[in-house]
C-alpha cells in the first residue's frame, strides 16, 4: 500500500484559486488519495448529481496555460490531452461520501483541516490589515498635529527675530563711545 501524502504543508501548497475559488487540481486530490486520476474522475461522474458546477469544474485551456494558476502549466517537453478538472472544498466534502477507504476518509479529513486553517489565517490577517489602516490613520493625524506644532514655533521664532533685542543688566557709557 502507498504512503498517502495528506501533511497539511503539502495540502495548502496545492490548493490555487482559480475562478475565484480556492480548489484542489485532480491530478493532486489523486496522489493524495493514492489513486489514478482517471479512478478519481470516473467515480466523480459516476455520482454526478454530487458535484455540481460550483463543486467541481473542468478548466479551460486557456486557464490551464494562465500563469497565475503556475501550477497547472505545463513544463517544457510535457503534454496534456485533457483539461483537469477542479474541486472546491465542497466538492472535496463529496468526495468522502464516494471514496469511502480508510485512507481516503483520513486524507479528506486533512483537507478539510487544512482548508479550515487557511479561513481563519486570511480572517486574521483581514482584521490585522483593518487595525493597521486605523494605526496609520492614528500617525496621520498626530503628524498634522506635530507639523502644526513646529509651524507655530517657526512662527513665534520669526517674531522673535524680527525685534530688536533690548539689553539686559547695567550699561556702561563706555560702551555707548561715552566718557565718564
Do not use: C
Not at 501550477?71 to 510535457?78: I, K
Amino acid at each position: 500500500m502507498r504512503k498517502l501524502n495528506i501533511d497539511a504543508g503539502s495540502i495548502a501548497a496545492s490548493i490555487q484559486i482559480i475562478r475565484n475559488e480556492r480548489v484542489l487540481l485532480d491530478r493532486d486530490l489523486a496522489k493524495m488519495y493514492g489513486v489514478k486520476v482517471k479512478t478519481l474522475i470516473q467515480a466523480a461522474k459516476r455520482n454526478g448529481d454530487r458535484f455540481p458546477d460550483d463543486f467541481m469544474f473542468q478548466l479551460a485551456w486557456n486557464e490551464i496555460e494562465n500563469p497565475r494558476s503556475q501550477n497547472v502549466t505545463l513544463r517544457p517537453g510535457q503534454n496534456i490531452k485533457y483539461r483537469p478538472y477542479a474541486f472546491t472544498e465542497q466538492g472535496i466534502a463529496m468526495l468522502s461520501g464516494i471514496l469511502r477507504s480508510k485512507p481516503a476518509v483520513r486524507v479528506n479529513v486533512a483537507i478539510m483541516r487544512t482548508f479550515v486553517k487557511l479561513r481563519r489565517l486570511l480572517s486574521a490577517n483581514k482584521e490585522l490589515a483593518l487595525q493597521l489602516r486605523n494605526l496609520e490613520n492614528k500617525v496621520e493625524k498626530h503628524d498634522e498635529e506635530i507639523r502644526t506644532i513646529f509651524s507655530a514655533i517657526r512662527q513665534l521664532m520669526a517674531v522673535a527675530q524680527g525685534k530688536p533685542k533690548r539689553r539686559i543688566g547695567f550699561h556702561s557709557t563706555e560702551s555707548r563711545g561715552h566718557a565718564i
